[in-house]
């Protein structure tokens, strides 16, 4: 955090401008889901981003990939050692950014399951999921531009549990020796709007506090679109307002409770409607920048469909979101 708050600081003396850690989602690499016993293939069931995904968008000025992965891809077994192979591509496609100075976010995006099972059941235990970290940090630990996020958008879990799991991975991760940051999601897929609510058994503000990193290097990673139900999964925006009015009291709890914050994920549909809830999120992100620390657009990558409706990926040209991001890139 001592890097952020820097940052953070210079941007203040400076004037209004973007955040310091802007970017994209490079999906593909969490589009195979996988099945015990099954070894996916490669550019068959799922890709890393390459060379030319990282070039274009740094080009227009992003220095943060947040970038997707199955943790089964990487430990087929848990508990067990990593795939050399599996997790040899994860590192090059990493190397490919941090070598050009730029951040990247491991994501592995598994909704706090592992085949489908919740970490805490009888199949996956927190102290797999913690193993998995400490292996992790054991080749990571040495990059400080690669930033450990715990896990994609937990549900189904109740927030005390989760963060419970969380604790114990993140003290994992720095008795490795890594000092690496930490992203923290909280349940309820992290939605920010949700952050003060409780969906299962307790809400994140209430259970987030057992979480503590030593370091106190660690932020929290939130979750946000705009159509009704706060899912992403529609064409829709509810008003052109709802983007600051959806983050704005998770905004005012990290503030009253000492939080930094990322927004990992959150999209926008090519619409007149679209772009301005855009202007309004980036206009409130950028006042708030004492909580948020930046974003990551979903999504990117090179196997989205060309009508996905959040897609920035230039196929078969450049999308209408790349224009409207341009002044709050890095």
Request: glycine share 10%.
């Amino acid at each position: 955090m001592r890097l952020i708050v820097a940052l953070a600081l210079l941007a203040v003396a400076a004037g209004a401008q973007p955040l310091p850690f802007t970017g994209v989602n490079l999906a593909g690499g969490e589009f195979y889901g996988p099945k015990r016993g099954e070894r996916p293939t490669y550019g068959t069931n799922f890709v890393y981003p390459g060379n030319t995904d990282y070039a274009y968008f740094a080009w227009h000025g992003a220095n943060l990939f947040r970038v997707p992965f199955r943790w089964e891809t990487i430990q087929p077994e848990a508990g067990g050692e990593l795939d050399a192979e599996m997790l040899g591509r994860l590192v090059h496609s990493v190397e490919l950014a941090t070598n050009k100075g730029y951040y990247v976010l491991l994501d592995p995006h598994n909704y706090a399951r592992y085949y489908g099972d919740l970490i805490g059941s009888e199949t996956v235990s927190s102290a797999d999921f913690a193993d998995f970290w400490v292996r992790l940090a054991g080749v990571f630990g040495s990059n400080p531009r690669v930033w450990f996020g715990l896990v994609n958008e937990p549900n189904g879990i109740s927030a005390a549990a989760w963060f419970d799991i969380a604790a114990e991975a993140v003290t994992a991760i720095r008795a490795a020796g890594a000092t690496n940051l930490i992203l923290l999601p909280g349940t309820a897929y992290s939605g920010a709007h949700s952050w003060q609510s409780d969906w299962y058994g307790g809400a994140n503000a209430a259970a987030v506090g057992r979480v503590v990193d030593p370091l106190d290097h660690m932020i929290l990673e939130v979750h946000q679109y705009f159509d009704g139900d706060s899912s992403g999964t529609k064409d829709e925006v509810v008003s052109p307002t709802i983007g600051s009015e959806r983050v704005a009291g998770f905004v005012d709890w990290c503030r009253a409770n000492g939080y930094r914050a990322l927004l990992g994920e959150f999209g926008l549909p090519r619409s007149p409607e679209g772009q301005a809830t855009l202007a309004d999120l980036m206009a409130s992100m950028e006042r708030d920048r004492d909580v948020w620390i930046g974003w990551t657009w979903w999504a990117a990558g090179s196997w989205w469909p060309e009508d996905y409706v959040f897609l920035l990926q230039p196929k078969p040209g450049e999308k209408p979101q790349m224009s409207w991001l341009l002044p709050h890139l890095s």
